[in-house]
């Protein structure tokens, strides 16, 4: 099956075939969260690939989901793209008391205006993996890390201009990409103009599952 939804202008496709399955922390997640009864092949196929740097609109947020993991894990952002040295940290890598599932948090001082991205820190082997995959550096190979490691699965959802992210903190768990979940809203993935294809294309698949 092959589904196709516009962002930013864009098709995002993937072929459910293709890709590692989705685990069932992460869709039932993504359907509690947002009234849906996707299948794992339902969000693989409308997975976007081009989620790498971000781009602000109006009132950027973020909202913490949740965590199906033994790590506590960090998130954060970047404002240097092509380095990541410039980070922010939203929350630190440490038990999540106080960060509430669903609490949306105001980022629209930090972004406004620039292009950015994302970050994941661990809390046990102090791992950084940024939404650039080629900015993820070789770690120890027992724990699934190397370099060009894609740890960041991103989302649409019914909600316009509202995207979720399933972060992976090392692949040798099998990659859940459960291990934190985040919700963005008033901003958008900027796809690389070389895969930017423009056609007429529905979100309407996700409305009736909604339904």
């Not at 991205?117 to 950084?128: A, C, D, H, L, Y």
Request: hydrophobic content about 40%; aromatic content about 12%.
């Amino acid at each position: 099956m092959m589904l196709r939804f516009i962002v930013a202008g864009c098709i995002v496709a993937h072929s459910a075939a293709a890709s590692s399955p989705i685990s069932e922390e992460f869709r039932s997640s993504y359907n509690a969260r947002y009234g849906t009864a996707l299948s794992s092949s339902d969000l693989l196929a409308i997975r976007i690939s081009d989620d790498h740097l971000w781009k602000a609109g109006a009132e950027p947020r973020y909202s913490f989901i949740g965590s199906f993991t033994a790590e506590r894990n960090g998130f954060g952002l970047y404002l240097d793209p092509g380095v990541a040295n410039n980070r922010v940290q939203l929350f630190p890598a440490r038990p999540m008391l106080g960060y509430l599932p669903g609490a949306s948090v105001d980022l629209s001082g930090l972004v406004a205006n620039t292009t950015f991205g994302f970050f994941m820190n661990t809390s046990i082997f102090s791992f950084i993996r940024v939404t650039e995959p080629y900015l993820n550096g070789p770690t120890e190979p027992s724990y699934g890390g190397g370099p060009g490691q894609d740890y960041v699965w991103t989302f649409p959802t019914p909600v316009p201009g509202t995207f979720i992210m399933g972060w992976e903190d090392w692949h040798g768990d099998g990659g859940d990409h459960a291990d934190l979940i985040i919700e963005v809203t008033g901003m958008r993935p900027i796809p690389a103009p070389a895969t930017c294809v423009v056609i007429l294309a529905s979100a309407a698949m996700l409305r009736r599952r909604r339904a």
